[in-house]
């Protein structure tokens, strides 16, 4: 029964609805204010709603980083927190929960998912090798960057193209990444930088069969694959939905499988660890651990806390044993795809298919009357605060960057709002009101103008951005 209550549920009642596999304990209140409010504070926040007050928003998609809410367990672990400087016992429950659930040997913790970025970018890649991953991410290939590495997309075609429902959009186009090998000499290449459900493709898995392969590939020409594991609870449910051979494996089975393909991974536990804060990085190989565990002293803490408190430890190791529970990723994935389905029903457009931690809004599509400089993207998660205070991200031209060499804006194709749902934290009723908060600023679309960016920080600049109205 407790394998999968939800499917045996579904049996006995003689219908398919998903539910949420727990019950809510203690809440938190929400507070929405008036409309003029929210024209005060958008333009305080310079239209940027990373820069916006939590206060002051209603529903918070902003991000399911940090954002979901822990369990009773969790808590309880909490209390159990040993804040030893050294060798806490918490450090070996993580290191034991790490070792269990994604199979490698080496744990370093580090204080999220950046650290752990940092320190696998300083040791693995010497200044003018190239990185190729499937997508970039703003914070993996900056850190990528600062270590002199050059980062190139070896995505499939498909994942650039909002409407393609290919089933593995994340996946590696092996020839563009051998083409690469070829051009430049396998000792030119650092790593592979391999990621699970592709955060900017629109939360899009990668399959078994293209990890296997690219592991192949990768030992023919003596290179290294490491993993972004970040949200691989999620990719290893797509495998089990939809790859021949997986139906009848656990999430856990699967995952442990996927890691087993790839040299290292990196981690922010603040997704599918169902921790506020917290990440790792953890190798097979020994002496790359010992330059590893030598540097992180120097960033992040010393090699048995990373950053972290004794408490935070405890809930992520907790949270890695709750995260890989078949129900639980069930849940939280169609929880997703309901509010996609609304959309999808009223032919708003969005990525698909839906992916495993947020709807995507195309807002190239939506504001198709204005060009992509002038951030259709962050104009859509402007104009949805506005309509109800609900709280989401721009994933398009702002938070690509600017070309390190040339100075000018990346122009991904992809020019997306992010709608990000945490993990146990809203209902369906929630999602509900989302939809129909995206529906209006859908019918206003065409009286909608775009942004103009009046303050532009040096790194990452996404967050800290100013706009103001043209
Ligand atoms: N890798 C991926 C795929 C991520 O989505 C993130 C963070 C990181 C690495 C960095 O981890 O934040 O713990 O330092 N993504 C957040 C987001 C910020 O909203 O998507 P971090």
């Known amino acids: 029964m407790s394998e999968n209550i939800l499917q045996t549920m579904g049996q006995q009642l003689g219908r398919r609805s998903w539910a949420e596999p727990w019950k809510i304990k203690m809440v938190e209140p929400l507070r929405m204010i008036s409309r003029e409010e929210r024209e005060k504070a958008l333009i305080e926040a310079g239209y940027n709603t990373f820069l916006l007050k939590s206060e002051d928003v209603y529903i918070d998609l902003l991000t399911d980083s940090g954002t979901s809410a822990m369990s009773d367990r969790q808590w309880a672990g909490m209390m159990m927190g040993d804040e030893a400087y050294a060798g806490s016992r918490n450090f070996y429950n993580l290191e034991s929960a ?24 300083q040791v693995a890649i010497k200044s003018g090798q190239y990185v190729p991953g499937n997508m970039y991410f703003t914070t993996t290939r900056l850190h990528q960057e600062l270590a002199g590495g050059i980062f190139v997309d070896v995505i499939i075609d498909e994942a650039h193209d909002s409407q ?26 650092a790593y592979v930088s391999l990621a699970g459900t592709v955060n900017m493709a629109g939360g899009q898995p990668v399959s078994m069969a293209n990890v296997k392969a690219l592991r192949e590939l990768c030992d023919h020409y003596g290179i290294k694959v490491y993993l972004d594991v970040t949200r691989m609870v999620e990719n290893a449910f797509f495998i ?35 921790v506020n804060i917290g990440g ?66 009223w032919d708003i457009p969005i990525v698909q298919p839906v992916g495993g931690h947020a709807i995507f809004l195309d807002a190239r599509r939506i504001y198709s009357h204005f060009p992509q400089n002038q951030f259709p993207a962050q104009t859509a998660a402007a104009e949805l605060y506005l309509d109800s205070g609900i709280r989401s991200m721009e994933r ?26 945490p993990r ?14 995206v529906r209006a600023v859908y019918d206003d679309r065409e009286k909608t103008l775009g942004l103009n960016m009046v303050y532009e920080p040096k790194y990452l600049r996404f967050f800290q951005a100013r706009f103001e109205r043209l």
């Open 164 to 189: 393609n429902s290919h089933p593995f959009k994340g996946n590696v186009d092996l020839d563009k990444l051998e083409a690469l090998i070829k051009r430049e000499g396998a000792e030119k290449i």
């Open 240 to 274: 089990q939905e939809r790859e021949e051979g997986y139906a009848d494996k656990t999430i856990a089975e699967i995952l442990i499988e996927f890691c087993s393909y790839t040299h290292g991974a990196w981690m922010s536990a603040k997704k599918d660890s169902l």
């Open 396 to 421: 398009g031209i702002a938070s690509a960057g600017r070309d390190p060499k040339t100075g000018d804006h990346y122009y991904p194709k992809l020019e997306l709002t992010r709608l990000t749902i």
């Open 98 to 121: 790490i070792q269990t659930y994604y199979g490698y040997k080496y744990i370093i913790p580090t204080h999220q998912g950046r650290g752990a970025e940092h320190l696998i970018s």
């Open 280 to 345: 790792w990085l953890a190798v097979n190989d020994e002496p790359l651990f010992e330059e590893l565990r030598n540097l992180v002293v120097v960033f992040e803490g010393l090699h048995t806390y990373g950053g972290l408190a004794g408490r935070d430890l405890e809930a992520m190791a907790i949270g890695i044993t709750e995260s890989v529970q078949d129900d639980h990723v069930r849940s939280r994935v169609e929880q997703v795809r309901y509010l996609g389905k609304l959309l999808t029903e």
């Open 424 to 437: 146990r934290v809203y209902t369906q009723a929630h999602m509900d009101v989302v939809a129909e908060s």
